[in-house]
């Protein structure tokens, strides 16, 4: 499905977690930081199912992760893990690629955090147990590419799903975009192979909308601070550069403990 003919119902649903009333559902298993599942009311008045993007009448799920609730990292300012949460999304939006969820920034019943639509998912299948499957490989191959950009510092198996519409989404981008290098992913599949030129396309039309003066270069300079904005940039002029998906860190640990 073209990302033109998603996007009717993807407005709606970020329309919806930005103004629906949150009923926390409790917390979820598993998580460093506090991270609530949450169902978002739908519209009075309104009725019908959702479709295959969530939208529609009934209530929507959501993953809440409110600001007081992340632990203090030595290495990211406080208070900013909601934002990066945005961040992703919105490069993701940019790049066309659609790996992350629809996401808003938004007071919640615990305070200000991101609000994430919640994929319904098998929760048995993860990287490690679809990444041999032919029909996931391009998604898995900008995934990996998102995360070089992004600096990702925790791209676990278990943050990669397959949703029940049979679509690969990546989740949990918390620590990301920082300005000194932290990437640690399992994704290391496509290390030394070209970069596709479809893919190199997507990037040089992000490289040139996040300048300053473009609409997404003003709200990530709102969530990110000048060094972590560079340092992005040239993140991206590297991969443009070298044409090449980049091996692990010989001197730095590049995999995320535990990898799952």
Known sequence: MKMEERQPATEEVLRRLQSGTLESLGLLPWSSNYTFLVKVAADSGRSGRRDDDGAGGDDLLAVYKPRRGEAPLWDFPEGTLCLRELAAYLVSVSLGWDLVPPTVLRNG?????????????????????????????????????????????????????LGKDGRVWAIDHGITFNADYKLRTVIWDFAGQP????????????????????ALGKTLRELLDDAEIAAFA?????????????????????IPWPPV
Not at 195 to 214: F, G, K, S, T, V
Not at 237 to 244: D, S, V
């Open 109 to 161: 019943p615990h305070g200000f955090g991101s609000v994430q639509l919640f994929i319904e998912n098998d929760p048995n299948q993860h990287f490690f147990t679809f990444r041999e499957d032919p029909a996931n490989c391009d998604a898995l191959r900008r995934l990996a590419a998102f995360d070089l950009i992004t600096n990702n510092a925790d791209r676990k198996s278990g943050h990669c799903l």
């Open 195 to 214: 970069i596709p030129e479809d893919m190199l396309d997507d990037l040089r039309r992000l490289r040139a909308e996040i300048e300053p003066r473009r």
């Open 234 to 254: 040239r993140r991206i002029e590297g991969l443009l550069k070298i044409k090449t998906f980049p091996g692990p860190s010989r001197t730095q640990r590049s």
